[in-house]
């Protein structure tokens, strides 16, 4: 940028190096607030509150917590004027309550400004005078001790119309425009006010450093403020007050640092309103404290309520990313903060831990009103998998099983990314329930019979191709015998490979939630089934994997009829079915028999029949603990050692191993 030459440094360091305040590394108690923002604020905004307005807004406040709060300038308008009688005639002023009002030092502002505080409960007269070099030299054209001067005058006259006006008073003195006054100068000019004023025990003073136009760095801020601290007369009865701008937009760390270099007291507004940059945030330095476990003395739990009426009083907006106070603010949009996020909550919910240490959220949203799940996690095309399913999780009770987050999460990305909007927490389950639950069918199961034989068998009703067909299948439990009986059904070979239930924590407590995996060549299908009943919740989540097999999808009927029946009859007689034995049931010859089943499935009758026998041997030696030798005998094999030698060949291992693994 050209032009910077004409730019000089405009503060003033102190005479002494006061670096004492580098020592503390927190604020331990919170300061003396007083909201400015019917004053300084109001009188910042294009359209100034009207007199309801400013009443409305003073309710705010108050609700807030503020005990001190600056009411105006009632000199500089009629509405100013007529809003402090008001709040003092109708007793609006409650009785822990100490209104301020702000006056130049000049005499018929002063007088006007008694006349329009007396009968105050509790008032702070606050006057001030400019005395920096800029100010004395190009405005006021007046030497350093004709300004002093102003400011001992009007303290002068604040005492002596106090004493004979109606009311409670305490005084306050600003050197304005303090960032471009010599440090010694202002510090000179504070005494020369504080040996008028003679403040003890029971009559304490303010004296406060109002950084007008913020020209320095914090340090050096805080370094003018441990000045006046360790050199103020009367200090142990005087309240050191800060009136900190935001002009290089470091109106919080001159407030904090301020506080930590001595400072009692801190004039600010809500959000930081004001004159150009505006004021000191009260809410960030309120909240600031409170992160690390400080009651700041201030009540933010209601963050949204506040924001709205400060709006509409103000006809001001709260930025999106306003600290603890925006919209966005608690909002994580990226997949890795969404995870980390995720699982803190998780983390500190199953710990039950008091203390607060979640990842990207330095306070608990909840803390000032918000929702973790509308403000916190939000779903766009930058979204990850940890996002999505605390979406799912905290709205719907959806808690998505770990090796199926990936696949759900980059499925809601794609329409954010393609569709360019953020997803709502109800279009975000849509997705998820049109993928996952209500998928288009190719067939359903629509009941299901179980009995238990040293294992599950099921009769099974498939609904396929506008025909119902009651298939049997065998299994080493429900779903499995489910499984194998649509493998059956459609001659088909998958690995149900996956599969977890849990109670729906929403909605209804009855119901449950089942989450199925299944692959087929090399890909994995999800479904999921939600129902009063776990076992028809198992099904209906295969079903829905199942019908997702591209083979499947195409298929136009099932195996052939015959075939079906044929393989059926298997199931049902595995212990000792012989080829002969379905020559007569289905009165064909063996030759022709051998011949069609293998063209039809592409294997033997054999090894049909083997395939059976060692499932239900399967599901024998994990359902109890008969012998080898009991469970070879009940599925078709009298002798063992030939049973081990098969199961061996089929599972690359024995029958003990098997039972035994995991």
Same mark, same amino acid.
Not at 412 to 424: A, F, G, I, Q, Y
Not at 531 to 557: F, G, P, T, W, Y
Not at 647 to 655: A, D, E, G, I
């Given at each position: ?353 008091? &203390?607060?240490? %979640?990842? !990207? #959220?330095?306070? $608990?949203?909840? @803390?000032?009103?918000? +929702?973790?799940? /509308? ?29 199926? &987050?990936?696949? %759900?999460? !980059? #499925?809601?990305? $794609?329409?954010? @990314?393609?569709?360019? +909007?953020?997803? /709502? ?238």
């Amino acid at each position: 940028m050209k032009n910077f030459e004409k730019y000089e440094k405009m503060y003033f360091m102190p005479p002494e190096p006061c670096y004492d305040w580098v020592k503390k590394d927190s604020i331990t108690n919170p300061p003396i607030w007083c909201s400015v923002d019917l004053r300084d604020g109001n009188q910042a905004l294009v359209e100034p509150m009207s007199l309801d307005e400013k009443i409305e807004f003073f309710q705010l406040l108050l609700d807030v917590g503020f005990k001190e709060i600056e009411v105006g300038f009632p000199a500089s308008s009629e509405t100013e004027y007529q809003f402090l009688r008001a709040l003092i005639e109708q007793n609006m002023i409650p009785d822990d309550v100490t209104i301020q009002v702000l006056t130049q030092a000049r005499e018929h502002i002063i007088r006007r400004t008694f006349d329009a505080v007396q009968g105050a409960p509790h008032a702070v007269i606050h006057v001030y005078n400019s005395t920096s070099v800029a100010q004395r030299e190009q405005v006021f054209k007046k030497g350093p001790e004709k300004i002093k001067k102003i400011a001992i005058d009007g303290a002068k006259l604040l005492k002596k119309l106090a004493k004979e006006t109606e009311g409670n008073f305490i005084f306050e003195y600003s050197p304005e425009s303090f960032p471009g006054t010599e440090v010694d100068y202002a510090l000179d000019v504070c005494n020369a006010v504080l040996d008028v004023w003679r403040p003890d025990g029971e009559h304490k003073v303010i004296i406060n450093l109002p950084t007008t136009v913020e020209n320095a760095m914090p340090h050096v801020f805080a370094s003018q403020v441990e000045y006046f601290d360790k050199h103020l007369l009367y200090r142990k009865n005087v309240i050191l007050s800060l009136h900190p701008h935001n002009d290089r937009g470091s109106g919080v760390s001159d407030a904090e640092l301020g506080i930590l270099a001595g400072a009692d007291r801190i004039e600010g507004t809500l959000f930081g309103n004001g004159e150009r940059t505006g004021n000191v945030d009260i809410v960030s330095l309120a909240m600031n404290m409170f992160s690390h476990g400080v009651d700041p003395k201030l009540d933010f739990s209601n963050m949204n309520e506040i924001c709205e009426t400060y709006e509409r009083l103000t006809g001001m907006q709260v930025s999106p990313r306003q600290p603890y106070a925006g919209e966005l603010v608690f909002t994580a949009f990226s997949g890795s903060h969404q995870d980390a996020i995720a699982k803190g909550m998780s983390w500190r919910e199953e710990r039950q831990e008091d &203390k607060w240490t %979640v990842p !990207y #959220l330095p306070i $608990d949203p909840k @803390d000032v009103g918000r +929702r973790y799940d /509308s403000d916190v996690i939000r779903i766009n095309s930058q979204s990850g998998k940890g996002g999505v399913n605390y979406i799912l999780k905290q709205n719907f009770g959806i808690s998505l099983p770990e090796k199926m &987050k990936e696949e %759900v999460g !980059y #499925l809601v990305k $794609d329409v954010s @990314d393609k569709t360019h +909007r953020e997803l /709502s927490p109800d279009w975000v389950y849509h997705i998820f329930e049109d993928n996952y639950i209500n998928a288009k069918s190719i067939f359903t199961v629509d009941e299901c019979h179980f009995k238990q034989e040293h294992g599950i068998v099921t009769k099974a009703t498939i609904h396929h191709a506008d025909t119902d067909r009651i298939i049997t299948g065998v299994g080493n439990g429900r779903l499995d015998a489910v499984s194998n009986a649509i493998k059956q059904y459609f001659n088909v070979n998958y690995d149900l490979a996956f599969y977890e239930e849990h109670s729906l924590t929403k909605g209804s407590s009855s119901k449950a939630v089942a989450y199925v995996g299944v692959i087929y060549g090399k890909k994995k299908f999800w479904g999921v089934g939600i129902d009063a009943d776990i076992i028809k919740a198992s099904v209906e989540a295969l079903v829905v994997a199942v019908n997702k097999i591209e083979e499947i999808r195409n298929a136009e009927s099932c195996k052939d009829e015959r075939l079906l029946e044929i393989t059926n009859y298997i199931y049902m007689n595995y212990k000792d079915v012989t080829l002969e034995d379905l020559s007569e049931r289905f009165f064909l010859t063996k030759p022709y028999l051998s011949k069609y089943i293998k063209e039809k499935s592409g294997t033997t009758f054999g090894e049909i029949l083997k395939e059976i026998r060692l499932k239900k041997a399967r599901a024998m030696l994990k359902s109890n603990n008969t012998t080898v030798e009991s469970i070879a005998e009940s599925v078709g094999y009298q002798n063992v050692e030939h049973f081990n030698r098969v199961f061996k060949k089929m599972y690359h291992m024995t029958p003990v191993q098997f039972r035994n693994s995991k």
